[in-house]
């Protein structure tokens, strides 16, 4: 079993930044990819970003060029940098990792709220 726990959620004004992070632990060794997704209210959770253990990275069209995926393989870690947010970014924010044998991610975190204020 794999436990994501996610924190730097918060309230930030627009055109502000944050650093979510999410620590794995646990089975860690049988993740292989990492990722973001989001839900705001109303809506369905959706990608935002995702990293492979060797370091490829894939993003939501929309947030392009705003919000940067990393990962610290020995830390079991991934970040997720965000900046110039928008008050449309405003959503609970889950850490999933998946297992090299599954397609879907199948592991998640709790989910950290980001509010952005307009």
């Known amino acids: 079993q794999v436990q994501l726990v996610e924190s730097g959620g918060g309230l930030v004004q627009a055109g502000g930044s944050l650093r979510l992070s999410c620590t794995a632990s646990?089975?860690?060794?049988?993740?292989?990819?990492m990722g973001w997704y989001r839900q705001a209210p109303g809506k369905q959770r959706e990608l935002v970003a995702t990293?492979?253990?060797?370091?490829?990275?894939n993003y939501a069209d929309s947030l392009k060029g705003r919000f940067t995926i990393s990962r610290d393989n020995a830390k079991n870690t991934v970040y997720l940098q965000m900046s110039s947010l928008k008050p449309e970014d405003t959503a609970v924010y889950y850490c999933?990792?998946?297992?090299?044998?599954?397609?879907?991610?199948?592991?998640w975190g709790q989910g950290t709220q980001v509010t952005v204020s307009s």
């Open positions: 646990g089975s860690s060794f049988s993740i292989n990819a």
């Open positions: 990293i492979t253990s060797g370091g490829s990275t």
């Open positions: 999933a990792a998946r297992s090299p044998s599954m397609l879907r991610y199948n592991y």
